[in-house]
C-alpha cells in the first residue's frame, strides 16, 4: 500500500508551495508518518485506560434504570476484556485503509481540477440505526474539535500544504476527529458488535481519549513543523478548553494584523477556540445569501441576515472585542444615550424587541467590527430568528427571550463553546425557560412569567462579561422549576399509586403461578404442596400487588417459600442441620405472619404440628412421602401443559405484538415514548390540551398523562395512544432543546435555501 501511495503523490517541487516546505520532503513518507502516530497514539492511549473504561461501565450498570441498560454495559465491559486488544488492532488496520481512501480522493480532485471539489449531495431518508451513527459521531466530533481546536486549525493548514490544497473541509480530512470515530464505529462493526452496543463502546472510547487528544495532535503539528511543513505557524500545544473566563481585551482577541491573518486563513474559523458547529453555521449563512438578493442596508423581518463581504476600503473606525462588548452592554442595560455608544447610530434599538439583533447588524457598530465577530452578530441573529418562529413558545415566553438577545450576543462573542455545547450555561436557561412553559393551565401561566421576568432581569442587569451570571440565574429557575415538579408529584403520587397497584392486579395471578412454578420441589410433601398452592399463593399475590416484585416484601415471601421447602428435605451433613435449627425460629414466625397479612391464620395451627414432625423426620434425614405417587404424576402432568399452554400464549401475544411493531409506525412510536416526554392532544372540538407522560405501566401497556402541577390525568392504552397519533389529534412535542432544534433549522438552510 505504501509503494501505491508513492507512486500516485505528485512530487512538492515546483508546485508554488509556500517557502517553508522544502522541495525535498517526501510525501507518503510524511503522510504515512502521520497516520501512523495518529493512530497508533490513539490507540496506546485508550489501552492504557482500558481498567478505567470497565470502571466506567461497572458504574453505569450500577446506575442503569432498566435491564436492558445494565446487560448493554455489562456486556461492553465483557467485550473490551476478552476483545479490547483485537479491537485496537481492527482500528489501526480500518483506519490506514480509510486513510489511504480519503487522500488518494483528494490528490484524485487536486490532480484534475486543482481542489477538492464538492459535489451536490441528494437529500434522502435514512435508517434510524444510520441517523443515531451519524448524530452520535456529529456530537462527540463537534466535542473532541472544540478541546483541540487550536491545534486542528493549525493541523489543517499544515496537511493542506502537503497535500497541494488551499483548504481541506473537516468531512474530507482523515486527521478529523470525525474520520476517528467513525473508523472506531466502523472497526466495531467489523468485530459484529451490535449497534446499541457499538455506540456505547464508541462514548467511551471518546471519554478515555479526549484528555490526550489535544497532545497527540499538537505532537502531530510538531513533526511536521519540523519536517519543513508550515514551520512559522505557531506550535499550539494542548490546551484545557475554558467554558467561561473573565474578558480581556488583549486575552480575548489577539492583535489586528494575526486576527485579520487567521480570518483570511480559516475563513470561518475565528481565534475563539470554536468548534467545527460555528463554522457549519457559518456555511448556512453564506448558502442562505446566495439565494437573495444582497444587503441594501434595511433588514425584512424573518430573512437571515446576509453575510458582509470584505470592505474594499478601509473602515472608518475598528471595534476592537472590549469596545464591542462596551457598547453592547450599554444597550443592553438602556440607560443613557444610545447615540453616544460607538457604531450604533441614531437608529433607535430597543433591545426586548425581536428584532433587536437584526436591527444592530445594520448599524455601523457591526461593519466596524472584526469580520469574526461581525459573523457571530450575523449566525446569534438568526438563531434567534428560527426560535422566536418556534410554534410551541408562548407568546409570553417569546417576549421574555427576546430580552436576552444582547446578552447572548455577548456570550457567543466571548466563549464560541456556546455553539457547539448544548450543556453551556446560556444554552441551558435559554431551553429551560422554552419548555417551562409546556403543560400550563391559563391560570397557572402568569405566575410562571413573573418567575421568568425575574430570572431575566437578573441577567440583563448583572451581565458584563462573566458568563458565571448565566450559571447562577439557571440554577436559581432549576431550583423553582424542581419545586414545582415536587408539589406536582406529590399531587399525583395517589393516582399513580392506585394505577400501579391496579396495573400489577391485572397480571398477580399469573406471575405468582409462574415464580411457584419455577420454585417448586417435585418431591415436597403434600402437605407443603398444599399450603404453597393453596395458602402461601395468596401471600404472594397479595404482596406483588402491594409492592410489585422490585419490592423487599416481595423479595423476602418468595425466599420464605423457598427456605420452607428447603426445610422439609433430609439434612444429610451435620452442617445442613445445623442451619436448620438456626432458620427454624424464624421461619415459623415469618410463616404465621404471611397468614396474617391474607386473614388465614385460624388454620396455622393444624399446619403447624404436621410441619414439625417434617422438620423431625429431615433432622433424622428421613424422606417423608405422604402421597400416593400416582396422584403426584397426575398433578404434575395435568400443571405442566396449562403452564406450558399459557407461556405459549403469551409467547404468540408477544409475537403478535412484534408483528404489529414492525408493520405500524405509529404503535411503534408509542411504545417508545418514555416518562417526560410532551405529547400535544385535540380534542374533536379543537381545543388543544399538553400533557406530560408520568407514569407507564409495566405490565398492561397503560401511560398516564397529566400537566404539570399533575392534575388533569388521562390514562390511554397503548394501542389508544398509537391510533391518535395515526389520526393527528394527537402529536408528539419534540424532545430536543430549543437551541438545538434552532440551530438544526438553520443547518438546514444550507440544502434548502427556501425553508
Not at 509503494?3 to 508546485?15: E, I, T
Not at 409546556?438 to 412569567?449: A, H, Q, V
Not at 390540551?689 to 407507564?696: A, F, G, H, P, Q
Request: charged fraction near 25%; glycine fraction near 6%.
Amino acid at each position: 500500500m505504501a509503494d501505491r501511495s508513492s507512486s500516485n503523490v505528485v512530487p512538492l517541487a515546483g508546485r508554488g508551495l509556500p517557502p517553508e516546505a522544502p522541495a525535498s520532503a517526501d510525501p507518503a513518507t510524511l503522510l504515512a508518518a502521520c497516520r501512523d502516530r495518529l493512530a497508533h497514539g490513539l490507540a496506546t492511549v485508550f489501552a492504557q485506560h482500558l481498567d478505567s473504561a470497565n470502571d466506567d461501565f461497572l458504574g453505569m450498570a450500577d446506575r442503569a434504570t432498566s435491564l436492558e441498560q445494565q446487560q448493554l454495559y455489562f456486556a461492553a465491559m465483557d467485550f473490551l476484556t476478552g476483545h479490547g486488544q483485537l479491537l485496537l488492532q481492527q482500528f489501526r488496520s480500518t483506519y490506514v485503509a480509510q486513510f489511504e481512501a480519503a487522500v488518494a480522493a483528494l490528490r484524485g480532485t487536486t490532480v484534475e481540477g486543482g481542489r477538492a471539489s464538492q459535489e451536490p449531495r441528494e437529500l434522502s431518508l435514512i435508517d434510524t440505526d444510520d441517523f443515531e451513527r451519524d448524530l452520535a459521531i456529529a456530537k462527540l466530533s463537534a466535542r473532541a474539535a472544540c478541546n483541540c481546536a487550536q491545534q486542528l486549525t493549525a493541523l489543517d493548514r499544515r496537511f493542506a500544504a502537503l497535500l497541494q490544497l488551499s483548504r481541506i473541509a473537516q468531512d474530507d480530512n482523515p486527521l478529523h476527529p470525525r474520520a476517528l470515530f467513525t473508523t472506531m464505529l466502523d472497526a466495531l462493526g467489523a468485530l459484529d458488535v451490535g449497534e446499541q452496543l457499538g455506540l456505547i463502546l464508541l462514548q467511551e472510547f471518546e471519554r478515555q481519549t479526549s484528555a490526550e487528544l489535544p497532545g497527540i495532535y499538537a505532537d502531530l503539528n510538531r513533526f511536521l513543523a519540523e519536517a519543513g511543513i508550515l514551520p512559522n505557524i505557531p506550535l499550539a500545544g494542548p490546551q484545557r478548553a475554558l467554558r467561561s473566563q473573565p474578558l480581556d481585551a488583549a486575552d480575548a482577541h489577539p492583535p489586528l494584523d494575526e486576527h485579520r491573518q487567521t480570518a483570511a486563513s480559516a475563513p470561518h474559523q475565528g481565534e475563539h477556540g470554536n468548534s467545527d458547529v460555528f463554522e457549519q453555521l457559518a456555511q448556512a449563512l453564506q448558502a442562505a445569501a446566495t439565494q437573495r438578493p444582497a444587503a441594501t442596508g434595511q433588514f425584512h423581518q424573518g430573512m437571515p441576515p446576509t453575510p458582509r463581504a470584505a470592505p474594499s476600503q478601509p473602515r472608518q473606525q475598528t471595534l476592537d472585542i472590549a469596545e464591542l462588548i462596551q457598547a453592547l452592554t450599554g444597550l443592553q442595560r438602556g440607560g443613557g444615550d444610545v447615540r453616544q455608544l460607538p457604531g450604533l447610530g441614531a437608529s433607535p434599538i430597543d433591545p426586548a424587541q425581536n428584532d433587536a439583533l437584526q436591527r444592530i447588524r445594520a448599524t455601523p457598530m457591526a461593519d466596524w467590527s472584526h469580520p469574526v465577530d461581525a459573523l457571530t452578530i450575523d449566525i446569534v441573529s438568526m438563531l434567534f430568528d428560527a426560535m422566536f418562529k418556534d410554534p410551541e413558545l408562548s407568546a409570553a415566553i417569546r417576549a421574555e427571550l427576546a430580552k436576552l438577545q444582547i446578552p447572548v450576543l455577548k456570550v457567543a462573542l466571548i466563549d464560541k463553546h456556546f455553539f457547539s455545547e448544548r450543556r453551556h450555561p446560556a444554552r441551558r436557561l435559554l431551553d429551560l425557560i422554552a419548555s417551562s412553559g409546556l403543560g400550563r393551565s391559563e391560570e397557572d401561566e402568569p405566575r410562571l412569567i413573573e418567575r421568568i421576568r425575574a430570572i431575566v432581569d437578573g441577567v440583563v442587569d448583572g451581565f458584563d462579561d462573566d458568563v458565571e451570571v448565566f450559571t447562577r440565574q439557571l440554577q436559581a429557575f432549576e431550583q423553582f422549576l424542581d419545586e414545582e415538579e415536587t408539589r406536582a408529584r406529590g399531587k399525583a403520587s395517589k393516582v399513580l399509586g392506585e394505577l400501579a397497584r391496579r396495573d400489577r392486579r391485572e397480571v398477580a395471578e399469573r406471575r405468582v403461578e409462574a415464580v411457584i412454578t419455577e420454585h417448586a420441589h417435585p418431591e415436597a410433601p403434600v402437605l407443603i404442596s398444599d399450603f404453597v398452592s393453596e395458602h402461601w399463593r395468596q401471600v404472594l399475590v397479595d404482596v406483588f400487588i402491594d409492592t410489585g416484585e422490585d419490592g423487599e416484601d416481595w423479595r423476602e415471601a418468595v425466599q420464605l417459600m423457598d427456605d420452607l421447602l428447603w426445610s422439609v428435605e433430609p439434612k444429610l451433613t451435620q452442617e445442613e442441620r445445623d442451619r436448620l435449627l438456626t432458620l427454624l425460629p424464624d421461619l415459623i414466625t415469618r410463616l404465621r405472619k404471611g397468614l396474617e397479612r391474607i386473614d388465614q391464620e385460624t388454620s396455622w395451627d393444624s399446619f403447624f404440628g404436621q410441619l414439625i414432625r417434617l422438620h423431625m423426620a429431615a433432622l433424622h434425614r428421613e424422606g417423608v412421602n405422604d402421597s400416593p405417587p400416582a396422584q403426584d404424576n397426575v398433578e404434575d402432568t395435568t400443571t405442566a401443559p396449562a403452564s406450558a399452554s399459557a407461556s405459549a400464549s403469551a409467547s404468540a401475544s408477544a409475537s403478535d405484538d412484534a408483528d404489529d411493531a414492525e408493520t405500524d409506525h405509529h404503535l411503534r412510536l408509542a411504545r417508545a415514548l418514555e416518562v417526560g416526554a410532551w405529547v400535544e392532544f385535540k380534542s374533536v372540538r379543537g381545543t388543544r390540551k399538553t400533557l406530560r407522560l408520568s407514569w407507564v405501566s409495566e405490565y398492561r401497556g397503560v401511560y398516564l398523562f397529566t400537566n404539570r402541577q399533575g392534575d388533569n390525568a388521562l390514562t390511554l392504552a397503548t394501542t389508544s395512544l398509537a391510533n391518535h397519533l395515526r389520526q393527528g389529534s394527537a402529536r408528539l412535542l419534540s424532545q430536543d432543546p430549543l437551541t438545538e432544534r434552532a440551530v438544526s433549522q438553520v443547518l438546514e438552510r444550507r440544502t434548502d435555501p427556501e425553508t
